[in-house]
């Protein structure tokens, strides 16, 4: 119990960080020096000594989205697994809500976007949900693999009862979570977070209007997000559990680094995907986890 | 039992008089509604106390008696179906008074009532019906008052022919419902219900050509694909409460029905299942998919209904699949899942229909791209719609969220087993709702920001205001149901009991079992959106001390530098949903023109999408043409002479005369 | 374990083929997979034997190695690199690698197999590859891609007899493996002349050598 809520406090605190080690690993492959591990903590802080800009054409929804995004995460941050795929809160069924909960972030996120009224925001929020199509079922299909393999309903059931000899289906799941990781976070192949002028991008262009403690709220949401989503990842790729408490812990927290260090180097070695090729990629990601299925139904 | 007699009585007797105050529209309103009001309240209040009751006494509340052939009775099923249907008939007729203001010139309110009334009565009554003739007369009132309230804009040319188009479909969804009643008469050698329980043996044989007719002729008014095609004709085509009261309450009446005959045809085949769970899918995805299509926001709304029927068919496939395969958990968990989705429909559909028809009033246009910004000046409709949008999409913390949640239980239970028909149909309940559910998210994401965020695109938008008070109070109170439905689940699935021991037959030991873990599992689930609900205030409070002594200036939106962007310039609900739509062409088949002009200097440029229902295109209008050629053949029988006719009539009586004794 | 491993990444390389317009990649792909069929005949047979390990250092050669630079000089010679308009959508051909492995499954599962057979999974991913092959050869236009349907099909075949390994002579195997060598050279030169002709590899201009007349380059009538 207090180790799991000692890894959410964790989380909280060191979210901000991942974007830092992805930044990093990306200007080393580029021959720079780079910015500080710390630059997300840094803007964070600078934003929320800033005021705020709104659009006229806004409404409430505007700043509500972002933040109701930001709960929402919080809410499934409790029932994700982390270290020793324990999480505070289990129950039969959170798998649902968990993806739901995510959903309800998206719907806020678009929402919010959509208020400005901008053909920029528009865009993105069009490809974001467009996107949710397919990775939903995805997610989903990934998640049945777990819940028949473990004959479990709650993530950190499914998480706490994994071992070595499920090799091949937690590889096709964790190349299938991958894949779902990377677009749910707008990372590389889908979409490029340097940016957010050119008309391919989706999240960034999404939250062009918002400033100040907004968009602190954004960044730190984004992050979060990276950490809830990647030790998804990372429990299905390490399926280790020592028993000791502190080794776990340190197997837990140096998965989710590799994960961005992994994810730094996709960024460094790939270019982004045309927007139509999309689709593809995350029903490849949908394929993979019915193969896993299909492999654990066998 | 009395209660629900005094309740039709009076939503009956009170159109009766509106109708009769025709001359004073007002008068008439306040009349009809007043019964409807009355009515619905005497009959809700009652059939809670059913639903209530069961639990603490675990006896079947049955009351019937009978007055000739037309016995009544109510049970748990009709309790569960009377309560959304008095909801929303209350709803809607509160907020009928104020909408139909603007037609007391040039309409006759009295018979608007009349209609309005028979339709609540009327469907009140086939509910409580316990006799096969009986329900059917109840089942023709409605579809006929329906029919009239349908077509009470007929000046316009594309009402009549959704009229037409919603009288013959319905019409051949009878013929089969009296084929079924016939053909279980005649097994049971009666027509009460009564004797179709008790004469189960004799069923079981014609039982799955009983299924067929049941599946076919309820699903013409449930909306199941490829029945459906009346939906989007006459739901934009009606009056908004009306298209509220239909799609909410009145295409239930076919599930309700199908659940009855479900009934009494006795153990399910696996078939059944799978054939009803197959067309709960695909009425889903193709319900879901057109809606993203439509511009019309009342046709993308009854697509949706389609959809969402398509989920309560899923449900009860899930149920019978559950039930052949002695898998309790699956046929409780499909069960609950489908009826409790019945009820959350019902709300969160009314809700949108009256949010839609609140727009449409207010600004004159059902179509979505020329309104936007409306949520400014129309902010107690913005809220409400926002939340049926966020309901129907599924989200929590709302009602959609916990029928579906229920299905998708009921499947990853059953993921585990060997069999693998039961595997199967699981996983495709999963991935189909999470499939369905993203996309009536990007549906209901395109409607309410294109209607409401943003900037208005034409003069029409920019007029609109508040609707009355009595259509906000309908909304609001719709919408207040729909986010306590779904956050008081622990309290209401225990309700589920009597209802489930109905519709499953399965033993209290299994239903108790089911219900417990239900209810902690929706418990766990409460304490997480409490949690929610704490960071949310936390982060709201913050954010409101950071910005307090700080200036928060407006500007225009960021335009990347344009220096002129005006109102349309803003993404289009087309646009927003294209890469969806484009994607899924080869189900939609929208015909889409672009015009594009090569000078250096382009002066006007097109772009037309349009999507027709491709059972429309390709399956009923070439059949209706073709039907109706060989029709005109036959005309030579009409000849318009009296003379003619009579000799019909006494060549007719001589035939039945001579096959009588002969 | 291993066995399982290298199955699933057969399987990945078949969704991997159907799923890549590049066809530098497609070649890469199935040399990927001529490897992992290569090193199967080692792990089935389960002893340290000669003749498994001559079969693999042969196959390896041939499929991973010899057939892809033959591809890769016919792709240069014949100036493509992407499957441009594929008669079915890439989406959809990812969705169909699934459903057919879905159906091979099934497939499988109805067989009456030797009790001998290694690595239940074998067979039908065997068969998904096989047709997997066969879905490429139909829904491609590019000649090249059809060669490569050709040797993903022939993999398929071969890792079906892998998993017969130890009742039938490896002569069946060697008989394939030549037929596919003067295929592969055969379509090598084919593809070669054809775009020697044609300035392009669209099998869709060999249309105009059947009986039928098309309808778009029908002669007109002459003024």
Redesign the interface.
């Known amino acids: 119990m207090k180790s799991v809520l000692l890894n959410i406090i964790l989380a909280l605190i060191a979210a901000p960080l991942l974007p830092g080690i992805i930044n990093r690993v990306k200007a080393v492959f580029a021959g720079r020096k780079g910015q500080p591990l710390l630059q997300l903590y840094y803007d964070l802080h600078k934003l929320l000594k800033k005021s705020a800009v709104f659009s006229s054409a806004t409404t409430f929804f505007f700043w509500v989205g972002p933040l109701a995004g930001f709960a929402v995460l919080a809410g499934s941050l409790l029932v994700v697994p982390q270290a020793q795929g324990k999480s505070l809160v289990q129950f039969p069924g959170d798998i649902i809500l968990f993806v739901y909960l995510f959903g309800v972030m998206r719907f806020f996120a678009v929402v919010s976007a959509m208020d400005t009224g901008s053909s920029f925001e528009g865009m993105g929020a069009s490809r974001e949900i467009q996107f949710a199509v397919f990775a939903e079922p995805a997610l989903f299909v990934g998640l049945v693999t777990l819940a028949r393999k473990t004959a479990n309903l709650s993530l950190s059931g499914i998480y706490s009862s994994f071992s070595w000899h499920d090799g091949t289906i937690l590889m096709l799941v964790s190349a299938a979570f991958f894949i779902i990781f990377l677009a749910e976070n707008s990372r590389l192949p889908v979409d490029d977070p340097n940016t957010h002028l050119e008309l391919t991008m989706i999240h960034e262009v999404m939250v062009l209007d918002h400033s100040g403690p907004d968009l602190a709220i954004i960044f730190y949401s984004a992050s979060l997000k990276l950490w809830i989503l990647g030790s998804l990842v990372v429990g299905a790729i390490i399926p280790m559990h020592t028993g000791n408490i502190i080794f776990d812990e340190l197997i837990f927290l140096s998965g989710i680094a590799a994960l961005s260090l992994a994810v730094g180097i996709v960024e460094s070695c790939m270019a982004r995907l045309k927007l139509l090729k999309v689709p593809q990629l995350l029903i490849a990601g949908f394929a993979l986890a019915m193969l896993a299925l299909i492999f654990q139904i066998m | 039992m009395f209660e629900f007699i005094l309740s039709v009585s009076i939503i009956f007797t009170s159109g009766i008089i509106a109708c009769l105050l025709n001359r004073h529209p007002g008068k008439a309103s306040f009349i009809g509604a007043a019964g409807a009001v009355t009515g619905s309240t005497i009959g809700l209040i009652a059939s809670i106390r059913i639903i209530l009751n069961d639990i603490t006494v675990y006896k079947k509340g049955i009351c019937a008696f009978n007055i000739g052939t037309l016995s009544t009775g109510i049970d748990q099923l009709s309790a569960f179906f009377l309560i959304p249907l008095f909801i929303l008939v209350a709803v809607s007729s509160v907020y009928g008074i104020q909408y139909l203001k603007p037609f007391y010139a040039k309409k006759t309110i009295g018979s608007f009532w009349l209609f309005f009334n028979l339709l609540a009565a009327s469907m009140a009554t086939l509910v409580i019906a316990r006799n096969g003739v009986f329900f059917l007369v109840a089942w023709e009132i409605m579809s006929l008052s329906s029919y009239f309230l349908v077509t009470f804009e007929d000046e316009h040319k594309s009402v009549r022919q959704a009229g037409i188009i919603y009288l013959i479909a319905n019409h051949i969804g009878v013929m089969f419902l009296f084929f079924m009643f016939a053909m279980m008469g005649k097994a049971c050698g009666s027509m009460e219900f009564s004797d179709f329980s008790a004469a189960s043996s004799a069923i079981l044989p014609v039982s799955s050509a009983l299924f067929i007719m049941a599946t076919i002729g309820f699903g013409v008014k449930a909306g199941f694909v490829p029945f459906h095609f009346w939906l989007p004709q006459a739901h934009p085509a009606a009056p908004s409460p009306v298209s509220a009261l239909m799609s909410a309450v009145m295409i239930k009446t076919g599930i309700y029905g199908l659940l009855r005959i479900l009934i009494f045809i006795g153990p399910p085949h696996l078939w059944w299942g799978i054939t009803l769970f197959g067309i709960g899918l695909i009425s889903g995805i193709y319900g879901v998919l057109f809606a993203l299509a439509q511009r019309d926001i009342k046709r993308l709304l009854a697509y949706c209904s389609v959809e969402n029927i398509g989920i309560i068919a899923m449900g009860i496939g899930l149920g019978l699949i559950g039930l052949n395969k002695k898998l309790p958990v699956l046929a409780l968990f499909g069960f609950a899942g489908s009826l409790l989705h019945v009820f959350n429909h019902a709300l969160f559909k009314g809700l949108l229909f009256l949010g839609a028809g609140a727009v449409a009033q207010q600004t004159g246009t059902r179509n979505m791209e020329i309104l ?2 409306i ?2 000046k129309m902010p107690a409709t ?1 809220i409400t719609f ?1 939340i049926g949008a ?1 309901a129907i ?4 913390p709302l009602n959609g ?1 916990v029928s579906e ?1 229920l299905i ?2 009921g499947s ?2 059953c ?2 087993v060997s069999s ?1 028909s039961v ?1 199967v149909s699981s ?1 495709l309940a ?2 189909g709702l ?2 369905i ?3 009536a ?2 549906c209901f ?1 395109k409607v ?3 209607v409401f ?3 208005a695109r034409s003069a029409s938008a920019e007029k609109a205001a508040e609707p009355g008070k009595m259509m906000r109070a309908g909304m609001v109170f719709l919408a207040v149901l729909c986010v306590l439905t779904g956050i008081s689940m622990p309290l209401i699935i225990p309700c589920f009991h009597g209802l489930l021991t109905e519709v499953s037959g399965l033993a209290f030991s299994e239903i108790d079992m089911f219900l417990s ?1 239900a209810k ?2 929706f418990v ?2 409460n ?3 409490a ?3 704490v ?2 205030t936390c ?2 409070l913050l ?1 409101k001390k ?2 307090a002594g ?11 530098g344009y220096s002129h962007p005006s ?1 349309k ?3 289009t609900g087309s ?6 739509t484009d ?1 899924f062409n080869f189900i939609l088949r929208a015909g889409k023109k672009t015009e594009l002009s090569s000078d250096i200097f382009p002066k006007k440029i097109s772009l037309r999408f349009e999507s027709q229902d491709i059972f429309m295109r390709y399956i009923y209008e070439p059949l209706s043409e073709k039907i109706y050629s060989l029709i005109m053949k036959l005309r030579w029988i009409q000849h318009g002479r009296l003379q003619v006719y009579i000799l019909y009539i006494v060549a007719t009586l001589l035939v039945l005369i001579i096959w009588k004794l002969g | 374990m291993l066995i399982n491993i290298l199955i699933t990444f057969l399987l990945i390389t078949n969704i991997g083929a159907v799923a890549s317009s590049r066809l530098t990649y497609c070649i890469k792909i199935v040399a990927a997979q001529g490897v992992v069929i290569g090193i199967l005949p080692c792990i089935i047979y389960g002893e340290f034997a000669l003749l498994p390990i001559v079969i693999a250092i042969f196959t390896i050669t041939v499929k991973g190695i010899v057939f892809p630079l033959l591809l890769g000089w016919s792709l240069k010679t014949a100036q493509v690199a992407r499957e441009v308009e594929p008669l079915v959508s890439y989406p959809f051909s990812i969705i169909t690698a699934v459903l057919i492995f879905i159906l091979s499954f099934w497939l499988g599962s109805r067989l009456s197999l030797p009790a001998s057979f290694c690595g239940y999974l074998l067979v039908p991913v065997a068969f998904s590859t096989i047709m997997t092959g066969l879905f490429l050869i139909v829904s491609r236009v590019k000649a090249l891609t059809q060669v490569l349907g050709y040797l993903i099909m022939e993999n398929g075949i071969y890792a079906f007899g892998v998993a017969l390994l130890r009742e039938q002579p490896l002569l069946v195997e060697l008989g394939v493996l030549l037929d596919m060598f003067v295929a592969v050279f055969v379509m090598g030169i084919a593809i070669f002349h054809i775009s020697r002709e044609f300035d392009h590899i669209d099998t869709h201009v060999l249309d105009n050598l059947s009986d039928r007349i098309p309808t778009d380059i029908r002669p007109t009538e002459e003024t």
């Open positions: 936007g910004g949520f400014k913005g926002l966020a999409s599924g989200l929590p969220f949640f998708y239980f990853f239970k993921i585990t693998l595997v996983l999963i991935t999470a499939f559910g993203a996309l998210a990007a994401t309410f920001s294109i965020l943003g900037s873990q902690t599992t766990f689930i304490k997480i959106y949690v929610i609900a960071v949310f982060a709201f954010r950071i910005l700080k200036i928060v200036r407006t500007a225009p939106t960021w335009d990347c109102a310039m803003q993404y646009s927003f949903v294209q890469p969806i994607f």
